[in-house]
């Protein structure tokens, strides 16, 4: 993804966080999103976004939070069938 | 100020002036950029200028430079044509407020997927007046807002 933002990766426990740094909007949200998941195994049982970095989240970061949500809920139904 | 002023002390008062050079900051904004999502975070950093220019506080720089990007996003994503498209942006002041018009060429787009739309939204959160008007060639989008509540 471009320098806009950094997203910076760590985890607490089971729980994987990612701390993202600069600017979120619509140049760069899907990516961003899609680096989020990819680095976010299945077996992680939460995912928390620290936002307090970012200087700016438009409604683009907003669908990301939305997407990202959908996502860990399709990967909790899928482990537990 | 200790080098300014001699030990022994001096036999007048002393005047510090301290001058601020905004004069590359124009009184108005007028901008026309490529509809790119790219152009979003320079004319982010131009807006906050601007606005600080004109004598607005944190929240209001804030807030207003929050609705400018996503009317421009807005902008960005309905307008399309044929040859490269464009929008612009125009923002003025007056005594304790601003008035911005992001135009774009194009038809409108209706709003797709259950998280569109969420953009005018915003813009009507953060400002005080905010009007959308269609016309011949695409869609003018008019924000005022007062710069101190």
Excluded at chain 2, 52 to 72: M, N, P, Y
Aim: overall charge neutral; glycine content about 6%; proline content about 4%.
């Amino acid at each position: 993804m471009m320098r806009l933002a950094d997203i910076q990766f760590s985890t607490r426990g089971r729980a994987m966080i990612a701390r993202l740094v600069g600017e979120l909007d619509m140049s760069n949200a899907a990516d961003a999103g899609e680096t989020v998941a990819e680095r976010t195994p299945n077996e992680m049982l939460g995912l928390v976004l620290d936002l307090s970095e970012l200087d700016h989240l438009d409604r683009s970061g907003i669908q990301l939070l939305y997407r990202l949500r959908e996502n860990l809920r399709i990967a909790a139904r899928n482990s537990r069938s | 100020m200790e080098q300014l002023v001699l030990p022994q002390g001096l036999r007048d008062d002393v005047a510090l002036v301290a001058l601020h050079n905004n004069s590359e900051i124009p009184a108005e904004l007028h901008l026309r950029l490529p509809a790119h999502p790219k152009v979003l975070s320079p004319l982010r950093r131009a807006v906050r200028r601007w606005l600080r220019s004109r004598g607005a506080d944190d929240e209001a720089t804030a807030e207003v430079t929050l609705a400018v990007s996503e009317a421009c996003a807005n902008a960005i994503e309905h307008a399309y044509s044929p040859s490269p498209a464009t929008f612009e942006l125009d923002a003025r002041s007056s005594i304790g407020d601003v008035t911005i018009s992001v135009s774009d060429v194009g038809r409108r787009r209706s709003p797709r997927g259950q998280n569109r739309g969420r953009g005018l939204t915003i813009v009507d959160a953060a400002m005080d007046d905010v009007e959308v008007r269609p016309n011949a060639s695409g869609t003018e989008v008019l924000m005022r807002r007062r710069l101190h509540r």
